[in-house]
């Protein structure tokens, strides 16, 4: 079941529940869609996830990007 209950933006910034092998927890959307990009605030990695594995990982969100226009 996909939640729909907040939207994914590009620019957000979220915890995951486990670290990166670099030890940073915190991740920057680039992308959304089906799937969702993200990047490692600690070393600059790039990830894709299919949404439901993004949302499974999520911890939490720290800061929201821009509002879409």
């Not at 079941?1 to 920057?28: A, F, L, N, Y």
């Not at 605030?41 to 894709?48: A, F, L, Q």
């Not at 999520?58 to 990007?65: A, D």
């Amino acid at each position: 079941m996909i939640d729909t209950s907040q939207e994914i933006r590009v620019g957000d910034v979220v915890q995951t529940k486990k670290p990166h092998p670099c030890g940073s927890s915190e991740w920057t959307v680039t992308r959304t869609g089906a799937d969702i990009k993200i990047r490692c605030s600690g070393c600059g990695r790039i990830v894709m996830l299919d949404r439901e594995s993004f949302l499974k990982r999520r911890k939490k969100l720290i800061s929201q990007g821009p509002a879409p226009v």
